[in-house]
């Protein structure tokens, strides 16, 4: 059973940077044909990509947040990391990590973790 669990600050003040670790159990980050997503919840709002990493440390970041996102990992941790930079109060979301597989659904989810951006 694979396990992931989203660790960082709830709160976070516009313009700085929001990192959050996710640390996975029961399965190593480097195995082939997975990869290893960050996804939030807007308030009212649904689910969203951000990005993901794959087994062998490729990354993908939504267009949108590209220029801003970065999305690395630390294999001998099993944990892979977002960084978000000049957050704003629209950043306000349940951040998620998840396991992403080759079809493009995610079978393991982190329980999520609430970052609130104060103006």
């Known amino acids: 059973q694979v396990r992931l669990k989203e660790s960082g600050p709830g709160l976070v003040k516009t313009s700085q940077t929001l990192s959050l670790i996710c640390t996975v159990s029961?399965?190593?980050?480097?195995?082939?044909?997975?990869?290893w997503a960050w996804i939030r919840q807007p308030p009212g709002k649904g689910p969203d990509l951000i990005g993901f990493i794959s087994w062998s440390g490729g990354t993908y970041v939504r267009p949108s947040l590209k220029s801003r996102t970065s999305v690395s990992r630390d294999t001998s941790k099993n944990q892979f990391t977002l960084h978000l930079n000049a957050v704003t109060p629209e950043d306000t979301a349940v951040y998620y990590c998840a396991r992403r597989t080759t079809l493009k659904d995610y079978d393991f989810w982190g329980q999520g973790t609430q970052v609130t951006v104060s103006s």
């Open positions: 029961g399965g190593s980050i480097s195995s082939d044909n997975f990869y």
